[in-house]
């Protein structure tokens, strides 16, 4: 019989990236283990963590030993050993956790992480620095999320140029093929915008679509 904890996490390796991680989740109210094999990272995190708990995660039976498989979210976070991070991964989607996110520290690892079943996996240099690209050719760009290699997400900042128009006028479906998901308002976050809500200089626009119709949309409104 399977007992699932609701939004209780793990985090293996605790280095900075797993280390904030954990931080992060523990700030925030929840449940964590914090596993790492040293010790002294052990004794470290004990303090943001749940639970802090030394074993050696390519060990199965350990890993099965503190009932891993009862966690609902796994964050293999372990930087430069490659093997010991696929063997982590491999464990944990044999023990059945439905959701294991893996840090990558390079293409290859990324390939052969999607390969054998990891839910996630994050490669944050990699990401970062796409993130951060935009950010300078653009300043418009505040962030950008990938959906796929030509589908995004990105948060655009309203200038005066497009001060007072409305989705009616600027006719996004129509015009871009694209669609606003949301109208930011400082702290405000309107997820329903209607058809003839003005938009304001300093808006934060959500927005959804192709690339290249994301960029002539900014090029063209913006
Ligand atoms: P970062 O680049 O995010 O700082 P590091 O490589 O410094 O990552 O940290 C990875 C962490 O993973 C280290 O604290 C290390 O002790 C831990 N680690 C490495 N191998 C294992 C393992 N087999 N089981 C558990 N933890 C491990």
Not at 66 to 75: D, K, P, S, T
Not at 87 to 112: F, I, P, R
Not at 153 to 174: C, V, Y
Not at 208 to 214: E, M, R, S
């Amino acid at each position: 019989k399977k007992t699932r904890h609701k939004n209780q996490y793990a985090v293996i390796g605790l280095g900075r990236f797993g280390g904030s991680v954990c931080r992060e989740l523990h700030n925030m109210g929840h449940e964590v283990m914090a596993i790492d094999i040293d010790q002294d990272k052990v004794d470290q995190y004990s303090r943001f963590s749940t639970h802090a708990v030394q074993l050696d995660s390519t060990d199965e039976r350990q890993l099965h030993g503190i009932g891993i498989r009862n966690f609902e979210h796994v964050v293999v976070a372990i930087g430069d050993n490659i093997q010991a991070s696929i063997l982590t991964t491999l464990v944990l989607k044999d023990e059945g956790v439905s959701q294991v996110w893996v840090k990558a520290q390079n293409m290859y690892h990324q390939k052969v992480l999607d390969k054998i079943g990891a839910d996630v996996v994050v490669h944050p240099e990699f990401d970062m620095g796409k993130r951060i690209a935009h950010n300078i050719v653009s300043d418009k760009v505040i962030d950008y999320i990938d959906l796929s290699d030509d589908y995004s997400i990105i948060e655009l900042r309203a200038s005066d140029k497009i001060d007072g128009e409305t989705l009616m006028s600027l006719q996004l479906r129509a015009k871009y093929g694209i669609t606003l998901l949301a109208i930011k308002d400082g702290e405000a976050m309107n997820i329903s915008p209607k058809p003839d809500e003005p938009i304001r200089t300093g808006n934060i626009l959500l927005v959804i679509g192709h690339n290249n119709d994301l960029e002539r949309f900014e090029d063209t409104e913006l």
